[in-house]
């Protein structure tokens, strides 16, 4: 975030109003781009961890090359599609809930601002605010109908007004897009080899791609890159050696061999 040119003012009315509104442009944009890092995030790591898994209990079943690829892109297809639908259709409804509460608290200023301006008054003194302060405070937001609903819509939903974080249908590409991205690193090694060799292929770039996911994703936390990274590639190991054990144990726990 820029930082005030030269020396910040010592009073509030000093600051100049038109680098006011950029700063708070700027953070605004940053916030719209978390919504977005969220589905990048969770769709690549999803991708890389479950189509691994897959790849690893065929693997563990067969070392028949053509199988693991049709599993593998078997779960990936399905995995974009889900992956996709379901973002697409948690973020709608989310949307939709968060419309009509909002709906409800526009009518509520509307034709109750008295109740409006209690409630207003009240939870800014539930915040620590002395009493005399909080209504003085509440009166003059109630003056504004629309300061009065968004301050009611933040500090009793907890939501915005408008919602800066994008919609459903663009939510649901890059939750699809960043899930097919990340499958493809278990396959890839499968098309030069077989056997064990594409299995520790799959691993190493998976684990790879995991380890640089983390990394990536720590830039908006306080936490290392290194231990946001290892978190990922430990919790997909966990994964990967389960399916590979699943693979290994169940054709001979239910009598029945995958031919190699």
């Not at 396959?187 to 077989?194: D, I, M, N, Q, T």
């Amino acid at each position: 975030m820029s930082s005030y040119p030269g020396p910040g003012p010592t009073q509030a009315r000093e600051y100049d109003l038109a680098w006011i509104e950029e700063h708070i442009k700027e953070e605004q944009d940053a916030i719209s781009i978390l919504g977005e890092i969220r589905e990048v995030v969770f769709g690549a790591q999803d991708g890389l961890v479950s189509t691994l898994a897959v790849v690893a209990t065929v693997a563990g079943a067969t070392s028949d090359q053509l199988s693991v690829l049709v599993a593998g892109f078997a779960a990936a297809l399905a995995g974009v599609f889900s992956m996709a639908i379901g973002e697409y259709m948690s973020s709608k409804s989310q949307e939709e809930i968060y419309d009509w509460h909002i709906t409800d608290e526009r009518e509520e200023v509307h034709d109750r601002p008295e109740e409006a301006e209690a409630e207003v008054a009240f939870m800014f003194m539930e915040e620590g605010m002395e009493p005399d302060d909080a209504w003085d405070a509440a009166s003059i937001i109630a003056r504004h109908p629309d300061s009065l609903l968004a301050t009611m819509v933040s500090k009793e939903l907890g939501l915005i007004v408008e919602d800066p974080s994008g919609t459903p249908f663009r939510g649901a590409m890059f939750m699809g897009g960043a899930f097919a991205v990340g499958s493809a690193f278990p396959l890839v090694p499968y098309f030069f080899a077989s056997g064990t060799g594409a299995l520790i292929g799959a691993i190493i770039s998976t684990g790879v791609a995991l380890f640089a996911l983390g990394a990536f994703k720590s830039r908006w936390t306080h936490r290392s890159w290194v231990t946001s990274g290892l978190e990922i590639v430990v919790l997909a190991a966990i994964a990967g050696g389960a399916g590979y054990a699943v693979g290994t144990v169940l054709p001979e726990l239910f009598g029945f061999a995958v031919p190699a």
